[in-house]
C-alpha cells in the first residue's frame, strides 16, 4: 500500500460503547452467561414445598449463580454504557479526530492530541463487526469505525494491519 488512506471521525457513544462491550469477556458473552446462570435463581428462590428435597439443599449456592447470571446482564447494559457514556466527555474523545493511515504506521491529529505511532507500538488489533481495533497495550486501543472507510480502504487498512501488526501478549 503506497498511499495513505485518511478519514476523520467523531467517535459516538455506540462506537465507544462497542469497543467496551467487544473488550469485556462477561459483556461480550452475556446471552450465554444468563441463560446458563439465570434460571438458577428462580430454583434458589421458590418455596421448599414446591421443590424438591434436593434443591432446597442447594438454595444459596443457585441463588448466588442466578445473581451471577443476571450481573452479566448489568455489566453489558449498564456498567459498559456508563463507561462509554464517560469516554466520550474526555477531550481526547469529544472532538472530531483526523487519521493518517500509512506504510509506517498512524498519525491522529485532534485539538487536545496530536500522535504519530509506527508500527512497532502496536501489541496487537482484532476485528469485529463495527471496527478495528489497534491496540498499544491490553487496555490502549485506537478504534477504526467500519463506517468511516470504504469498502476498498477497509480492505487495504485490514491487510496493512495484518502485515504489520505482529500479535503479541493477549
Known amino acids: 500500500m503506497d498511499q495513505k488512506i485518511e478519514y476523520t471521525v467523531?467517535?459516538?457513544?455506540?462506537?465507544?460503547?462497542?469497543?467496551?462491550?467487544?473488550?469485556?469477556?462477561?459483556?461480550?458473552?452475556?446471552?450465554?452467561?444468563?441463560?446458563?446462570?439465570?434460571?438458577?435463581?428462580f430454583l434458589g428462590v421458590l418455596p421448599d414445598g414446591i421443590v424438591g428435597p434436593m434443591i432446597s439443599a442447594f438454595k444459596l449456592p443457585f441463588?448466588?449463580?442466578?445473581?451471577?447470571?443476571?450481573?452479566?446482564?448489568?455489566?453489558?447494559?449498564?456498567?459498559?454504557k456508563r463507561m462509554a457514556r464517560k469516554l466520550l466527555q474526555a477531550p481526547m474523545f469529544s472532538s472530531e479526530i483526523h487519521f493518517v493511515i500509512y506504510e509506517e504506521g498512524l498519525i491522529s491529529e485532534s485539538p487536545s492530541l496530536n500522535s504519530k505511532l509506527d508500527w512497532?507500538?502496536?501489541?496487537?488489533?482484532?476485528?469485529?463487526?463495527?471496527?478495528?481495533?489497534?491496540?498499544?497495550?491490553?487496555?490502549?486501543m485506537y478504534i477504526?469505525?467500519?463506517?468511516?472507510?470504504?469498502?476498498?480502504?477497509?480492505?487495504q487498512?485490514?491487510?496493512?494491519?495484518?502485515?504489520?501488526?505482529q500479535k503479541k501478549g493477549r
Not at 487498512?157 to 501488526?165: D, H, Q
Open 63 to 80: 441463588v448466588c449463580l442466578g445473581c451471577f447470571g443476571f450481573t452479566t446482564l448489568a455489566i453489558r447494559f449498564i456498567t459498559t
Open 144 to 155: 477504526v469505525p467500519k463506517r468511516c472507510l470504504s469498502d476498498t480502504e477497509l480492505v
Open 10 to 41: 467523531s467517535y459516538t457513544l455506540e462506537d465507544l460503547w462497542s469497543a467496551q462491550v467487544n473488550h469485556i469477556w462477561f459483556a461480550r458473552n452475556w446471552l450465554p452467561i444468563t441463560c446458563i446462570f439465570g434460571p438458577f435463581l
Open 120 to 140: 512497532s507500538n502496536f501489541m496487537n488489533w482484532k476485528e469485529y463487526k463495527e471496527a478495528l481495533y489497534l491496540y498499544t497495550s491490553q487496555f490502549q
Open 157 to 165: 487498512v485490514r491487510e496493512l494491519v495484518a502485515s504489520k501488526v
